[in-house]
């Protein structure tokens, strides 16, 4: 019997309350490219790589347009995500502010045979004397217990202390290190999503080094290029990766397309690396 191939869930959840005002910009422009990739892709007239994944996206595309919606924000993020993970797809979640991917951290809370490899620039567990002890996308880390296997990938945060860090972080993995010992990274990384049962891919595009991907509204310097958190993902991919989230796009800081481009490319390279096999 031919086994039924995986449908990619592909959630657009313009939440960008609580910091990073505007971000939600970016998740209707992100959906409008995929919309766009996948209406090209079907008047295509003659075969191209596209075929392997096409017919198998799913968009759905949510808004906040009532108190009641914004009021049930976080309950209503986590149906969807339930419902994508309970049908066994590919999720693909993208979301305006970091906040914006709780309700998935919500749904995969306390799964001690799944690993999130977290890209961020920031550790999200703020508690600073001039940091909101409120939810925030600051410190939504602190809002969800038990938290899944977090791994952090490229931060640049200075001040936590590595007892504070600990409570929340399975591993942490500074932009420092994956500058001066990439290898390293890479084969600690291999290493600890090795046993996973599942893995997801979560993306907070201030990861980046702003010469790179200029549109977040908190940049930080000595961030990796595009083509270092590649190596990372590509370090560990595997059938077991189920899912990626994208958060903190901020297209009105954008230049000349520049993040968007990463972006779109970055989408469809992994839909392709999923559906090649």
């Given at each position: 019997m031919k086994r039924r191939t995986r449908k990619t869930s592909a959630v657009f959840f313009p939440f960008d309350l609580f910091?990073?005002?505007g971000?939600?910009?970016?998740?209707?422009?992100?959906?409008?490219?995929?919309?766009?990739?996948?209406?090209?892709?079907?008047?295509?007239?003659?075969?191209?790589?596209?075929?392997?994944?096409?017919?198998?996206?799913?968009?759905?595309?949510?808004?906040?347009?009532?108190?009641?919606?914004?009021?049930?924000?976080?309950?209503?993020?986590?149906?969807?995500a339930n419902a994508a993970l309970k049908r066994g797809d590919f999720l693909l979640w993208v979301s305006g502010n970091h906040l914006g991917v709780l309700p998935v951290y919500d749904e995969l809370a306390g799964d001690a045979k799944t690993v999130v490899v977290q890209f961020d620039a920031h550790l999200d567990i703020h508690h600073f004397r001039d940091c909101t002890e409120e939810l925030s996308h600051g410190n939504f880390l602190l809002h969800c217990d038990p938290l899944p296997c977090l791994v952090n990938v490229g931060h640049r945060d200075l001040l936590l202390p590595r007892e504070h860090i600990a409570k929340t972080f399975h591993a942490v993995l500074p932009a420092t290190r994956l500058a001066l010992d990439p290898a390293g990274v890479l084969?600690?990384?291999?290493?600890?999503?090795?046993?996973?049962?599942?893995?997801?891919?979560?993306?907070?595009?201030?990861?980046?080094?702003?010469?790179?991907?200029?549109?977040?509204?908190?940049?930080?310097?000595?961030?990796?290029?595009?083509?270092?958190?590649?190596?990372?993902?590509?370090?560990?991919?595997?059938?077991?990766?189920?899912?990626?989230?994208?958060?903190?796009?901020?297209?009105?800081?954008?230049?000349?397309?520049?993040?968007?481009?990463?972006?779109?490319?970055?989408?469809e390279y992994l839909l392709l690396r999923r559906y090649e096999g």
């Amino acid at each position: 019997m031919k086994r039924r191939t995986r449908k990619t869930s592909a959630v657009f959840f313009p939440f960008d309350l609580f910091g990073s005002g505007g971000t939600a910009a970016g998740v209707h422009l992100l959906a409008d490219e995929l919309r766009e990739i996948l209406a090209d892709n079907a008047r295509e007239t003659v075969p191209t790589r596209a075929a392997s994944y096409s017919p198998h996206v799913r968009l759905e595309e949510p808004t906040f347009e009532t108190l009641a919606d914004l009021a049930d924000w976080r309950e209503y993020g986590r149906r969807l995500a339930n419902a994508a993970l309970k049908r066994g797809d590919f999720l693909l979640w993208v979301s305006g502010n970091h906040l914006g991917v709780l309700p998935v951290y919500d749904e995969l809370a306390g799964d001690a045979k799944t690993v999130v490899v977290q890209f961020d620039a920031h550790l999200d567990i703020h508690h600073f004397r001039d940091c909101t002890e409120e939810l925030s996308h600051g410190n939504f880390l602190l809002h969800c217990d038990p938290l899944p296997c977090l791994v952090n990938v490229g931060h640049r945060d200075l001040l936590l202390p590595r007892e504070h860090i600990a409570k929340t972080f399975h591993a942490v993995l500074p932009a420092t290190r994956l500058a001066l010992d990439p290898a390293g990274v890479l084969d600690e990384l291999r290493t600890l999503t090795a046993k996973a049962d599942r893995v997801f891919l979560d993306i907070d595009c201030d990861v980046f080094d702003p010469t790179f991907f200029p549109a977040v509204s908190q940049p930080v310097p000595f961030g990796p290029a595009p083509a270092a958190v590649l190596a990372v993902i590509d370090a560990i991919w595997s059938e077991r990766v189920a899912g990626l989230f994208l958060s903190e796009f901020d297209p009105a800081r954008d230049r000349e397309d520049r993040s968007l481009a990463t972006l779109g490319w970055l989408v469809e390279y992994l839909l392709l690396r999923r559906y090649e096999g």
